[in-house]
């Protein structure tokens, strides 16, 4: 029977249409997978679900009951559940009051909790596993079982449906099974599960049927065997037919003492492992891409190499060490990371924006590199005098990218530059990345998870999973060795 | 229940409550005057705890409520009514400006729930001026009754009212209802998403803030038989309830009382070195703050939440 019915779901911010006309039907005891990539719409779908953000146009129905358009802690009482990625616990309390929590009823004189909440707190504790840890204050905690208390939060609404924002995230693989085996009790339970995630690989043994989105639409819909053999997720995940320009890693003459080395980097992010073990290195005039979906470690690597986070294992560049340099004297030897938010001054102008950036170069030099710069983004010189908050997303992009470039980089590093652009703006964004690979003799370094663009441009591509590189290699050789690891 | 004789926070409370009993019989009356506003300020500040400790939300105008409390007391006295239905009306009316206020100021994200707080006793210090006729003006509003002229009968007054809104506010904060407030202020998105009507919650608080805030302060008029703006609404004030609060140990109750009680000691224990006594009060606040961010409580029962 189906429990939760969503239909026409749209959702848009001002011009942009995050969600487009989204429908599908979830029965009670059944996992439905929603994946999609970053900027696919897939946690928007969750959040309207839930009430958190209000849908422009569609309904969301309840075992009969519209719920579109209500406070999220209507939905919640009506019997939907929802487990968070990141949540704040409340610190001070202990594990079994941050469960008791979630059994109060939603009342302004309960001024002593009921004696059933204290029996039914530590039911659930052990359930999901937590007995042992139950007096512990969450910061206490590790990672898992912090996850564990946010599905014991979840369990004691006791939800008709739940939803699951990427259950797996930063768990190891005995994790990862227990995991799964708390959420199929969700199952047998009878509860309707939706588990919001990337890749159709990650949900693939859970999940009893796969809803791919793409751009804020429905792309495909079936068993995940059936979604991962799909033409149009193929595309989107794994670029279709791409032609690649790779020049040979023996063509570049610094083969002995790589432009950049990065040697058994470790992140750790309090208790979550961010990075583990990495190894990679960049030529002098190389571009390199290191694919990898949300979360697998790209924006941690390359917050280490610019000197953001504390890292283990050694990065050098040029052959000598960057360890214990401070950020600002790593960008002054040049490297310099166009950060994944685009970071622009939004009130200030294109042109302002662009001095900015050449505020050390000499007057003549600053003048001939806004030039260069205008040349390869035409766009940008016909918006010189326009204020940057009001650029289109592809044009924030194309002046952050050019304003890197006025520090005149010897490793421009590019984090994810396609996030939540359309497909029209990607191409003019590749052209003029492709541009810059052919007219001048700068290093690249470009984090993406959209392969379609990361491809065509790279000499050689690194591929970034759970914090680990699990695959590197000439970029026509990586649908056939890696695409299958990466749907 | 059995964990409360165990509990280090609750002997500091007990024995601080006996010691400030037992006060008139050895202290002068000028101390006890002294103390007899800093029990008024320990209400406020505790007031303005459980809305900042607790749902999350920086009051940068706790005199407003204040201020409200007292006026409406003050000038319903000047008109001949009693002093009890005069202090009930201060306290009626805090509560109903703070919803007035509250309402539109709790919709809004981030720091300008606190800016519109923080304009509201601008607004407030601009109309009792204004209105001089009513509120006395600059000058200040003079009652014609007060309490008691006794200082013992004062002091007590003071005293039984702070420490049984102590207990109120402290025993709330430690309610299931405390605990979604601290779920709200934390993290609100999934606070609702457990089913909480957060703004509820929020505004809840926000009224019994006000209420006691109000209260405190009609009782406070009728104390010193005058209000004004400079002792009652001014920023500076209000900085002073938000001060004793932290300096004393955010998210407690009871840490607000000992901070606002501290400020008024330290003021007058440092009377000697004359204009220089408020830098060094507020030199000792800001290494406090800076050193233990958890404040004076936070030192006294260190180690005991971790045990």
Not at chain 1, 77 to 104: D, W
Request: proline share 5%.
């Amino acid at each position: 029977m189906t429990r939760l019915s969503v239909a026409g779901l749209v959702k848009r911010y001002g011009g942009l249409v995050a969600v487009n006309g989204v429908s599908f039907e979830l029965n009670g005891g059944e996992i439905l997978g929603l994946i999609g990539p970053n900027g696919s719409g897939k946690s928007t779908v969750m959040k309207l679900i839930m009430g958190i953000e209000r849908p422009t146009a569609g309904s969301v129905n309840l075992d009969g009951i519209e719920m579109a358009n209500w406070p999220s802690h209507r939905v919640a009482r009506q019997g939907v559940g929802i487990v968070f990625q990141h949540s704040r616990p409340l610190h001070r309390q202990t594990v079994l009051e941050n469960i008791k929590l979630a059994l109060l009823p939603d009342s302004l004189l309960k001024l002593i909790a009921d004696p059933h909440v204290d029996r039914r707190a530590r039911e659930i504790a052990a359930s999901v596993g937590l007995s042992h840890v139950i007096d512990r204050r969450p910061g206490t905690l590790p990672f898992a079982d912090l996850r564990r208390m946010e599905l014991a939060k979840a369990i004691a609404r006791d939800p008709r449906v739940v939803l699951v924002d990427e259950p797996f995230a930063g768990l190891t693989p005995a994790e990862v099974a227990t995991f799964s085996e708390l959420i199929r009790g969700f199952r047998n339970d009878g509860r309707a599960v939706l588990l919001v995630d990337h890749n159709v690989k990650s949900v693939a043994a859970l999940v009893d049927r796969v809803l791919a989105m793409y751009l804020g639409e429905r792309i495909a819909e079936g068993s995940a065997d059936e979604v991962m053999r799909n033409e149009t997720v193929r595309r989107v995940y794994l670029g279709g037919s791409i032609e690649t320009a790779a020049r040979p890693e023996s063509t570049f003459e610094d083969a002995d003492t790589p432009l950049l080395q990065v040697d058994k980097v470790s992140v750790l992010y309090g208790k979550a492992q961010a990075l583990q073990g990495v190894d990679i290195h960049v030529h002098e005039g190389e571009f390199v891409s290191v694919v990898g979906l949300n979360g697998a470690g790209k924006t941690t690597l390359f917050n280490a190499i610019s000197g953001l986070v504390p890292h283990s294992g050694a990065i050098r560049w040029r052959g000598s060490a960057l360890q214990g340099k401070t950020p600002a004297s790593i960008a002054r030897g040049g490297i310099v990371q166009v950060p994944e938010g685009r970071e622009l001054f939004p009130d200030m102008t294109v042109r302002e924006n662009l001095d900015l950036g050449g505020n050390h170069l000499q007057a003549k030099e600053a003048a001939t590199q806004l030039d260069w710069l205008f040349d390869l983004f035409p766009i940008l010189k016909s918006r010189q005098t326009q204020i940057a908050r009001t650029l289109s997303g592809g044009e924030q992009q194309m002046l952050t990218i050019a304003r890197a470039l006025m520090m005149k980089p010897k490793l421009l590093i590019l984090d994810e530059p396609t996030l939540g652009l359309a497909p029209v703006i990607l191409e003019q964004l590749s052209k003029a990345l492709e541009k810059l690979r052919q007219t001048t003799p700068i290093t690249v370094l470009l984090g993406e998870q959209n392969v379609t663009f990361a491809l065509p441009h790279a000499d050689r591509v690194y591929v970034l999973e759970h914090a680990r590189i699990v695959w590197q290699g000439p970029p026509d050789r990586f649908a056939a060795e890696a695409g299958t690891g990466y749907l | 229940m059995r964990n409360i004789f165990r509990s280090r926070l609750f002997w500091i409370a007990l024995i601080g409550s006996i010691v400030a009993l037992l006060l008139p019989l050895k202290v002068s009356g000028y101390i006890l005057g002294l103390l007899t506003v800093a029990y008024y300020f320990g209400v406020f500040s505790m007031a303005w705890d459980l809305l900042f400790g607790f749902a999350g939300e920086v009051n940068f105008g706790p005199t407003f409520l204040i201020g409200l409390g007292a006026y409406t007391a003050g000038i319903l006295n000047g008109y001949g009514v009693p002093v009890y239905p005069c202090i009930a009306a201060g306290a009626v009316m805090a509560v109903i400006g703070g919803v007035v206020l509250a309402l539109p100021a709790l919709r809004l994200r981030g720091p300008y729930f606190g800016l519109t707080t923080l304009v509201a006793v601008l607004i407030m210090m601009n109309l009792i001026v204004v209105f001089a006729g009513f509120t006395g003006g600059e000058i200040g509003l003079t009652v014609p009754d007060v309490l008691s002229v006794d200082t013992d009968t004062n002091y007590y007054i003071a005293l039984i009212f702070m420490i049984v809104s102590g207990i109120i506010l402290y025993a709330l904060s430690r309610s299931p209802v405390g605990l979604i407030l601290q779920a709200s202020g934390q993290d609100p998105i999934e606070a609702g998403a457990l089913g909480f009507n957060v703004t509820k919650h929020k505004l809840t608080a926000f009224v019994i803030s006000a209420f006691f805030s109000g209260l405190a302060g009609a009782l406070l008029v009728f104390y010193m038989g005058t209000a004004s703006v400079g002792t009652l609404v001014s920023i500076s004030v209000g900085v002073q309830v938000i001060i004793a609060a932290v300096l004393g140990g955010r998210r407690t109750i009871i840490g607000a009382a000992i901070g606002a009680i501290f400020l008024i000691a330290a003021g007058e224990a440092l009377r000697p070195f004359g204009e220089l006594s408020t830098f060094i009060v507020s030199a000792i606040a800001l290494i406090v703050i800076l050193v233990v961010p958890s404040g004076l409580l936070g030192i006294l029962i260190r180690g005991e939440e971790h045990a």
